[in-house]
């Protein structure tokens, strides 16, 4: 076990800085790292922010909102003067799948739709009709989705043509903030692969999708690497960042990857946020690629294996505002699994991997009179384990050199007891990465990668590592039985 997180002081921090921004489902954050990767004290920031849902599958956010918080967060952090000009670059990731419809002056006309918004279901089963999906997937690492951008193309020319009639461009949430804030929509590599519609192998955008979505390449950002940083204004009243490097945008599961320390195939990450995902970094594409998986290129040689689950902090968040539950829920977490624990598919905003039904919903099962909030709660943490581990179960051959499950995020940080949880579930050992904000440290190393090489950096800050118990190994494999038997009878497609 190594130690938590330490902070270096400025005075102490070494040349040079990095301002990293992460703009996740609950939050825009920032913070200054030092060239070995370390947060350097006192200068970071967070401003709260939630997404906007309804019962139809909306969930979205405002893009001016994002970039006044980004604004904020710089205020709060590159506003310091005792910085002088040591920041040698900004970047920045995003939580992915992101889309926004921009006019020809750099404006939003919709709001920015999140990966969860799954208003285009009808879409994709028109277009599961139309292509194939098969050799869809083998070209770009993606399925048919809702989180994608052909079926949500699709939706907006049916249901606002208006809007799409005045749309000159299409990016991603953090393309329209560097756009507002320096003038550029930097977009990286991952970005754009995440849209749905970059070839994993070549990089470039596939023509038979574009046409599907009816748009045409001109009105995407073309992706760009990590490894060329391009110099901008500093933003007004920031000279702070007079000497400053601007990099493309990436997305946060790359970055969660890196902060983690997963930086090779031998480590899978296990992302444990608001959304969650199992993840690993390969040289190249899966090939073949696992039906239920993705696979994004995320630079000119490798590609990001796995597949993301929508509801993990999401369902426990629910979970804790919903039922009248009991103080402490380490005893909850930790006790004995049980054949009375209701079974539960923790689908409150749709599926993604493995299953990929986006309309998907809660399935709870197995109550009876007896049953308490805490049991609830229970079944709701086993049913988001469960969902790791469908993913797990097809990622194992298309990347069976993976030693070690790291297990990074909120949801880990607030409730380390459910790691034993998921270690039973997997049956393989997990590994607490403690420092929280790993994803808006991955974003600083990745330009630190590019700024300063040879700078050693610090060791990733990790906590215990919980073994999985044979008895309770057992009990998993027949509970995650009748969890595929009611996906097959209730949800699948």
């Known amino acids: 076990m190594s130690r938590i997180d330490e902070d270096v002081a400025l005075q102490a921090a070494l040349d040079?800085?990095?301002?990293?921004l992460d703009i996740g489902s609950t939050a825009t954050r920032g913070g200054v790292h030092d060239a070995s990767g370390r947060r350097v004290h006192g200068l970071q920031h967070k401003v709260p922010h939630a997404f906007t849902v309804a019962p139809d599958g909306t969930s979205v956010i405002a893009p001016d909102q994002v970039v006044a918080e980004v604004g904020q967060v710089l205020d709060a952090v590159a506003g310091d003067r005792r910085l002088g000009t040591r920041i040698a670059g900004v970047a920045m990731d995003t939580f992915a799948a992101s889309l926004i419809a921009v006019d020809a002056s750099g404006r939003a006309l919709t709001p920015c739709l999140t990966y969860a918004d799954s208003r285009s279901a009808a879409q994709v089963t028109a277009l599961r009709q139309e292509l194939d999906e098969h050799a869809v997937q083998q070209r770009t690492g993606t399925r048919l989705h809702t989180s994608y951008h052909v079926p949500r193309l699709r939706?907006?020319?049916?249901?606002?043509?208006?809007?799409?009639?005045?749309?000159?461009?299409?990016?991603s949430l953090g393309e329209y903030v560097w756009a507002r804030l320096i003038g550029r929509p930097l977009a990286g590599t991952s970005t754009v692969a995440w849209t749905g519609l970059l070839d994993r192998r070549t990089g470039e955008l596939d023509a038979e999708l574009l046409a599907a979505a009816g748009v045409h390449a001109g009105q995407l950002s073309p992706p760009c690497d990590m490894t060329g940083p391009l110099p901008a204004p500093a933003p007004p009243h920031r000279p702070t960042l007079a000497r400053a490097a601007w990099f493309p945008v990436i997305t946060d599961g790359l970055a969660s990857n890196i902060g983690s320390g997963a930086t090779d195939a031998t480590v899978l990450t296990a992302a444990t946020a608001t959304s969650g995902a199992l993840r690993v970094l390969l040289d190249g594409p899966a090939d073949p690629l696992p039906f239920g998986l993705w696979n994004y290129r995320v630079d000119g040689g490798r590609t990001l294996l796995g597949g993301a689950i929508n509801d993990v902090g999401r369902a426990i968040s629910w979970a804790q505002s919903t039922l009248r539950?009991?103080?402490?829920?380490?005893?909850?977490?930790?006790?004995?699994?049980?054949d009375a624990t209701p079974l539960v598919l923790p689908y409150l905003t749709g599926e993604r991997a493995p299953g990929w039904v986006g309309a998907a919903r809660a399935v709870i099962g197995g109550v009876s009179a007896a049953t308490d909030a805490d049991a609830l709660f229970r079944g709701i943490v086993e049913g988001v384990a469960m969902t790791y581990a469908r993913v797990a179960d097809e990622l194992h051959p298309a990347a069976p050199q993976v030693l070690e499950v790291a297990a990074a995020g909120r949801v880990s940080n607030d409730r380390p007891a459910w790691l034993q949880v998921l270690a039973d579930v997997l049956g393989r050992p997990v590994t607490h990465v403690t420092r929280r904000r790993a994803t808006q440290r991955g974003t600083a190393l990745l330009a630190l990668d590019v700024l300063a090489p040879d700078v050693p950096r610090a060791a990733r800050a990790t906590g215990a590592t919980y073994e999985p118990r044979p008895a309770h190994v057992e009990h998993y494999a027949q509970r995650r039985?009748?969890?595929?038997?009611v996906y097959d009878t209730l949800l699948r497609t």
């Open 16 to 20: 040079p800085l990095v301002l990293a």
């Open 155 to 171: 939706w907006l020319a049916a249901t606002r043509p208006d809007v799409v009639a005045r749309t000159v461009s299409w990016w």
């Open 325 to 338: 539950l009991s103080p402490a829920l380490d005893p909850v977490l930790t006790a004995a699994p049980s």
């Open 481 to 485: 039985e009748r969890f595929a038997k």
